[in-house]
Nanobody, 121 residues
């Protein structure tokens, strides 16, 4: 089994910063893409940022130049540095990982449990 555990959410004032972390553990051979998504109540989950194993990144337009995604492959961990936070960034943030359990298997996507980020105005 694979588990993703997120940390780093919380309450911050507009203009502030937070750093989210997500560590994957369990039966892992390799992890392809890792990403961060967010979801407000009653809305669809949307991509915030993603990063390949080789370090290529992709960002939602709304967070470009404010958020930075990075990863440590040795630790199976992905980070999201969030700067210049706005009230509209308030959401539950989820990480996901595209995991290979062995070299013969197909990749499977796993999700973390979510961490609340609240930005006050």
């Amino acid at each position: 089994q694979v588990q993703l555990v997120e940390s780093g959410g919380g309450l911050v004032q507009a203009g502030g910063s937070l750093r989210l972390s997500c560590a994957a553990s369990g039966s892992i051979f390799s992890i392809n893409t890792m990403g961060w998504y967010r979801q407000a109540p009653g809305e669809q989950r949307e991509l915030v940022a993603a990063i390949t194993r080789g370090g290529r990144t992709n960002y939602a337009d709304s967070v470009k130049d404010r958020f930075t995604i990075s990863r440590d492959n040795a630790k199976n961990t992905v980070y999201l540095q969030m700067n210049s936070l706005k009230p509209e960034d308030t959401d539950v943030y989820y990480c996901n990982a595209d995991v290979l359990k062995d070299f013969m298997s197909w990749p499977v996507i796993y999700w973390g449990q979510g961490t609340q980020v609240t930005v006050s105005s």
